[in-house]
C-alpha cells in the first residue's frame, strides 16, 4: 500500500481532513487534521483513524501507523 493509497484512504474516511503521510508503504506516520475531532479524546481520535484503514492493518497491508489527529486550531 503506498503512502498516496493510505492518504487518500483516510481523507475519504476522516470527515473534512487535511492528511500528511510520511514513511513507507507498510510503517508510516499521519497527521490527519479535521474538525471533527472536536472534543474528542486522542484516544478516541486515534481510533477514529485507526478504523479507516483496519482492514489494511488486519491484512498485512499495512503493518504500522503511527497518528497524530488533531484539530485545526491546534496546528495554528
Known sequence: MTLDEIQAKLEAGVQDSTVTMQGDGCNCST???????????LL???KMVLAVVRENIDSGELHALTIKARTPEEMA
Open 31 to 41: 497527521v490527519v487534521v479535521s474538525n471533527v475531532f472536536e472534543g474528542m479524546s
Open 44 to 46: 478516541a481520535r486515534q
